[in-house]
């Protein structure tokens, strides 16, 4: 694959066209708002000079990635040669089936036609389809130009070459995919999240801490593990002889745990008002922007560590 059509320019898209940029593909940039296409190219210049004053080490000068970014002035011109779609418009699945309708009819046979939906299943909006085998949902971590996670969600009619090519493409290209077996809520990452999450809502609704040290409980104790280890490879290294020793030793208190966080909860209006309260205290609403920016900072720095760390374990 060589030839990109980025379908939907919000945040999420627009790191994407870096990220297939950077990796050499030239990208059709289409929207239907042309402008928002446009801004396409002002982020990519701007994420490209902040990494630059970061120090990380580019393969090649901004300007030759750059060149690679056009905005297509149809859906059918930036379709034409494309051997891979990649749609990033609004979570609305009536929009997603009308876009696909139309993605199915135009886009060359061969084209892999994937989604970066965060929770819809392909299969809620291309059953029907006469190309259905070749949709897929390949989602991934916002934003993608700095954390490569992305997951394969196949529908039941997805093929299995359609699977193994957008999973090559997303190796080729410098992301981290992981192929799920089958369609399910919320796919992998919004689970696992969507667990701490109740959790950390819970703690501070019951009077337990409140949000800013629920957050410190993360970014200076779990979190310091789970920038390099995953939790299976975190419990494996807590007891003497390994996972199955900690299982033993710790699994009926994870059990009753389970048992006590049952009981599912609603965000409760004043449950979020509390807790954004404590968060404004922290960052003030007008210095979100600024906030982010420091957030891709941090991001691109570690993203560096992790690859020496890589290097150093061999892996």
């Known amino acids: 694959m060589t030839r990109v059509a980025l379908v939907g320019t919000g945040v999420v898209g627009g790191s994407w066209a870096l990220v297939f940029a950077r990796a050499g593909l030239e990208v059709a940039i289409h929207d239907a708002d042309a402008a928002a296409a446009g801004r396409v190219i002002d982020f990519a210049r701007t994420a490209l000079a902040d990494l630059a004053a970061q120090g990380i080490a580019a393969k090649e000068p901004a300007d030759a990635v750059l060149a690679r970014l056009s905005v297509a002035p149809s859906l059918e011109r930036a379709l034409e040669t494309a051997d891979h779609v990649q749609e990033s418009v609004p979570e609305r699945v009536e929009i997603k089936r009308a876009l696909y309708r139309t993605l199915d009819a135009v886009a060359p046979a061969a084209t892999v036609l994937a989604s970066s939906t965060s929770g819809l299943p392909a299969s809620a909006f291309t059953e029907g389809l006469a190309g259905r ?84 409980a993360m970014t200076d104790g779990l979190g310091l593990r789970w920038f390099f280890l995953g939790p299976f490879q975190t419990i494996d290294l807590n007891a003497k002889d390994g996972v199955a020793e900690y299982c033993r030793n710790l699994g009926p208190m994870y059990y009753d745990l389970a048992r006590e966080q049952a009981d599912a909860r609603e965000w409760n209006a004043a449950l979020v008002a509390r807790v954004e309260s404590e968060l404004r205290r922290t960052v003030p609403a007008d210095a979100l922007p600024a906030r982010r920016s420091w957030r891709d900072r941090v991001l691109a720095t570690l993203g560096t560590v992790k690859q020496r760390i890589a290097q150093e374990a061999g892996g």
């Open 133 to 216: 085998a070749r949709c897929v949902v390949a989602h991934p971590i916002n934003p993608p130009h700095l954390v490569p996670l992305v997951e394969i969600v196949p529908a039941p009619w997805t093929a299995p070459e359609t699977v193994e090519r957008t999973t090559a493409l997303m190796r080729a290209i410098g992301q981290s995919p992981i192929r799920l077996r089958r369609e399910i809520n919320g796919f992998v990452v919004n689970r696992l999240q969507s667990a701490l999450l109740a959790e950390a809502f819970r703690l501070v609704e019951d009077g337990v801490v409140d949000a800013d040290e629920v957050d410190r």
